[in-house]
């Protein structure tokens, strides 16, 4: 697999740790060539904020740095790939698929205890059945669904914004904290109950237009989460435990978030152990089309002046037995993790303790001064 696609439609858009400049470069990728756009744009929260963003970039051919091989290749000592948002906030809309929407409702029931979820699983499916798939959420039906539910007793927090008017939208990461491709994820080493969460994520300029795609981990501690619904910070927000990238695909003429509506976003796991597992999560299984989480994330309601990007959720949830039986899965320290698909191209982490692997110290501070520095800021 090649880590983007070859398409010489494509426009991409990424950032890159420089060693020469010794700070951040925001930079386009076209024809598998690299172009420093940092001069100009200085953040790409500037960047997406242009108008006509599709022809500035076909236009664009000033500060060439090299082809996209060479950028990424071992051994290069000039530059490293960063995740492609810098001062976007980072969000994320939980149970948007009915097959995690049932998973989120076992970790509720079995208190975050593993052991307890098969049984659970089975109990829940034969109440429930496939109807969830088939239910618009805040539909008519869904609301008679929802009372037949507590009838029964089944009722939870998680169907409601499963299936209720308002989607589950949280706060992923701060701005500049995601880690991009190559680099290691992680979890926190008092976790026994993990797993990876591969997502598209779209790109979201301060008016609320999205403008282009890229794929993320929204790496997730199951076990905290099923102790309390309160503890979703520390389940979702540590130490690289949000990894985007590899660049992000610009939308365009031949490109567009239609495309994203049918992207089937696959996952493949390597254990240093010899574990594998391979699965798949296709977007038109979601249950809230994109445009509708972006309507609930950004508006009138609530603004974003630097931009937002936001991870739409997966119908991924693993349940095969990796330790023992009725354990289901977790992560191994050195587990390799790929997310690929045919239009965004693969994103691939190695898993650490979130406590192991360098704090998180280049914040928005750091960036500004290094602008500041080479007089990118302009008046």
Not at 105 to 114: F, K, M, T, W, Y
């Amino acid at each position: 697999m090649t880590m983007i696609p070859k398409d010489d439609s494509a426009l991409w858009i990424g950032r890159v740790w420089s060693n020469n400049e010794g700070g951040p470069r925001v930079v386009l990728v076209k024809h598998h060539q690299v172009y420093d756009l940092t001069p100009q744009y200085p953040t790409v929260s500037d960047l997406f904020d242009s108008d006509s963003l599709e022809t500035v970039l076909r236009d664009w051919d000033d500060n060439p740095i090299g082809s996209w091989e060479q950028l990424i290749a071992e051994g290069n000592q000039d530059y490293s790939l960063l995740s492609p948002l810098d001062l976007q906030a980072i969000k994320a809309a939980g149970v948007t698929f009915a097959v995690s929407m049932l998973e989120r409702v076992i970790e509720e029931n079995a208190g975050g205890d593993p052991q307890k979820a098969e049984s659970l699983r089975q109990e829940l499916n034969q109440a429930i059945g496939n109807d969830l798939r088939q239910v618009e959420p805040g539909s008519d039906s869904a609301q008679k669904l929802k009372a037949f539910l507590q009838e029964k007793g089944l009722w939870s927090q998680y169907l409601e914004v499963g299936i209720g008017p308002d989607a589950e939208i949280f706060t992923k990461g701060q701005p500049m904290s995601s880690v991009g491709a190559g680099a290691s994820v992680g979890v926190l080493s008092t976790s026994y109950w993990n797993n990876p969460e591969p997502e598209v994520v779209l790109a979201i300029n301060h008016q609320g237009k999205i403008v282009g795609a890229t794929l993320g981990n929204d790496v997730n501690l199951r076990d905290y989460e099923g102790r309390s619904a309160l503890l979703l910070g520390k389940a979702k927000d540590n130490n690289a435990s949000c990894a985007i990238g590899p660049l992000i695909r610009i939308f365009t003429a031949q490109f567009m978030l239609g495309d994203i509506e049918s992207e089937v976003v696959n996952l493949d796991i390597k254990g240093k152990d010899g574990f594998s597992l391979s699965e798949s999560s296709d977007m038109k299984n979601i249950s809230r089309t994109p445009q509708k989480l972006v309507r609930q994330l950004i508006g009138d309601h609530h603004q974003y002046p630097d931009g937002v990007a936001l991870f739409l959720g997966t119908m991924f949830a693993p349940i095969q037995d990796r330790d023992e039986p009725g354990s289901g899965f977790t992560h191994h320290v050195g587990d390799v993790v790929t997310i690929h698909s045919k239009h965004l191209g693969v994103l691939t982490n190695t898993v650490e303790h979130s406590e192991k692997l360098p704090p998180w110290e280049y914040g928005v501070r750091e960036l500004y001064k290094y602008l500041f520095a080479k007089n990118l800021l302009g008046s």
